[in-house]
Structures are given as C-alpha cells and as structure tokens.
C-alpha cells in the first residue's frame, strides 16, 4: 500500500505533540504567565502527572527518568509535586472541572503503591476531581499484585503497557528484558482490576530486528488484547541519550528496512481488525479512541493522539508541560533544581511560548492533517505551502481539494512531512528530531 521515497523523508520532523514544539520554548515565559493562564481557566481540564522514576533503565529510552534506587530522592521528589498540587490548585478556578489525570514517566510504578495512592489523594482532595479518568503507564517487569490492588482501589480504567518487543534477542540488545509470561501475568492482573482499555507500546527498527521478529510481537498483542498499540520507530540518537550508547548501531535497520516494518506493521494489524490512527497508532473499533476518529473528534496532546478535547492541559511534575489556548509552558527539567524551587513554595514554570494566532492557525492544520488527514488551508498558507508539497503532490502523497489538502491513504507515512511544510519554526531547526518514519 505504500511507496517508499527515501528524499521525502530525509528530513527529521517532529511528532507534532504540540505547536509550537519544545524546540521553540524559551526562558522569556515562566510562573508568571503561568499564574495568568491557571487563573483564567474556564471548563474541562485534565492533569498530567510526571512521576521520572524507574526501577529499571532501558538503554533506548528517551525519557526524562532516573533509577529509583535512593529512597530519599524520591520522597524528596514527591514532597516537592505534592507542594505544587497545592499551589497550582488554588489558582485554578471552582468553575474548572477535572476531567482527566494520566500518570506517566518513567514508570509510575516505580514508586511505592503507597506513595501512589497518597498521591492520587493530594490531587483528588485539592483539584476536587470527583470522577475523573484516570490512566497510567506501566513498566510489566515491576508490576506486582500490590499495585494491582491500587489500580483497583482508586479506578484507574486505562493503561499503557512498555513492551516494545517479546523477541529475548532483542529484549537484550535494548536493555529491557521481560518474559512473555510477565507481560500476560499483567495484561491479566489489569484486566481483573478493572483495566477496560489497554494499550501495548511496541518498536521498529530495533537492533537485529527482523520481519519475522515484528510479526511475532505483533500476533502476541493481538492474542493478549491489547485494545490499543502504539507502533513506534525507535530513534537512535545517543549523541543526545547517553544510554543508547550501549546499543549497537551497527546492528540498526536502514531506513528503507524501518519503513518496511512501519508498512507491514500497519498492514498486519488492520487485517486483524484494528482501525489504524495515523499511521503508527491502532485501536479495537468499540475503543473511545477507534470512535473518536469516526465522529472526527480525534485529537494530538502530549499523550499522542487522544479522544480528550480539554482545552487546558495541566503538567504537574519536573518537565511536565502545561498547553492553555495561548500558552505553552514546561516545568523545570532538572529533578534536583524542580525540588529546589518547590521547596520555596515557588511555582517549578519556567520556559515555554506564548501562541500567537498564527501559531493556534497553524496548528489546526497541523493537528487536522494528522488526525483526520484532511485540513482547510487559508489562501495565504496555500501560496506558501503548495509550491513546497510539489514533490509530494507529484508522488501522489496528497492532493489539493479546493481549499482542502487532503493526504492520500498511501501517504500516511509521510503525514508529519507534509504537515512540516505549515511550520515556519522548521527552518531554523531541522535537525532537532527524529526520522519521519
């Protein structure tokens, strides 16, 4: 179904979780403006809660985390985003309501069950979020019955597993070695907690990774349920990710080999009944996420693609990223100066972008072109972008409708390509990011 055209995608593009991107945050925002958007909040909002501890570290893991292996440092940790529940929560509105909270990481339960739930009560007692949904990443290598038992206990509906592969081999080869059975024993014990929707992270491109290798992870996640997978490429960048040093970069699939696995994967997984979103997202069709992209109600946060249409994203925790209508704005990065700050009773803000019209502009077509593949473009972004999607028209990719671009089913793998050609920030850029594909 797909061709590859190795020159459209040679340039690094990014995974469009927000416009602007990180990459264009700067240090001219902070608390104050932070302060202004929280006490301007109106309506439904969702809470993000970054918990960077693991047990573990996997060797290609991009994510701001640690080892939890001194126990004060992580106390330290969770005093300081306890701290900032508080001063957040009393400058957002009684009108806000919280509709949302997704705990991630690292893995969330790379702390304790108990200082989970005391968690889980800071937020509830001082958002007075009375039922909100709730989800949470999961590392199954770390997953006993106690945080079973906790999943139960406080309704967590949703969660996100870190598979990646069931090969052994290359289970090894990345630092992250789980048996089968330790992935199935808590698919299963999730399940019995009340887990209805239950996604599965998997990787392409991976050291020696084979065809064969894919399809066997893939017909596994399939067999154990998953209700959603996300199908990710994995970027090999360890002059920015010290750890990925220890994988062998000789080993790594080219680019050509990645965009037959990302076209297999696709092709698999909607032949066993998946509705694909995007291109490397699938979901059961009775899924919210399945029947958001029927209603075209699909939306892009920092979660990746989603059903939620909160306008005012609130991060909680160090590097944690906060989206209102017209600002973006990310804690502090460093564990040790975030902990630092809260411990003054300081709100942790301190870079980010105010957006522009433009910018809320552009962004729409942005987001529309990845999630719904479809987007009206203004006549003045039409005269900029067209003469800049020639080789993408000529490829067949996409095609102009009128005032509409609209990318063809054969050029989903290039959706954050063309959708690059509508942000003016690229130019400056470009090689801040991954591999398209």
Known sequence: ??????????????????????????????????????????GEVSLYVHIPFCEKICWYCGCNTSVANRTDRVAGYLDAICREIVLVAER????ARIARIAFGGGSPNGISPVDFVRLVDRLTLHFAASSPIMSIELDPRTFRADWAAVIASVGISRASLGVQTFSPALQKAIGRVQPTRMIAETTERLRRAGVTSLNFDLMYGLPGQTLDDLRDSLARTVALGADRIALFGYAHVPHLIARQRKIDAAALPDAEARFAMAAFGHAFLVAEGYAPIGFDHFARPED???????????????????????PVLI?????????FPSLLVQNEKNTGRYRAILAQEQLAAGRGIVRSADDRRRGKVIEDLLCRSRAAIDADLREEGWPLLQPYFAAGLCEADGEYLVIAPGGLPYARSIAARFDPYRKDSLRRFSSAV
Request: glycine share 8%; aromatic share 10%.
């Open 315 to 323: 991060g909680l925790g160090a590097s944690a990223i906060c989206r």
């Open 288 to 310: 919210s996420l399945a029947q958001a992209v029927e209603t075209g109600r699909l939306r892009r946060n920092f979660q990746g693609f989603t059903e939620d249409h909160a």
């Open 92 to 95: 957002v509105p009684s009108t």
């Open 1 to 42: 179904m797909w061709t590859y055209h190795p020159k459209l995608l040679a340039v690094p593009v990014p995974r469009y979780t927000s416009f602007p991107t990180a990459a264009e945050f700067g240090e001219d925002v902070g608390a104050p403006d932070f302060v202004t958007a929280l006490e301007e909040t109106r």
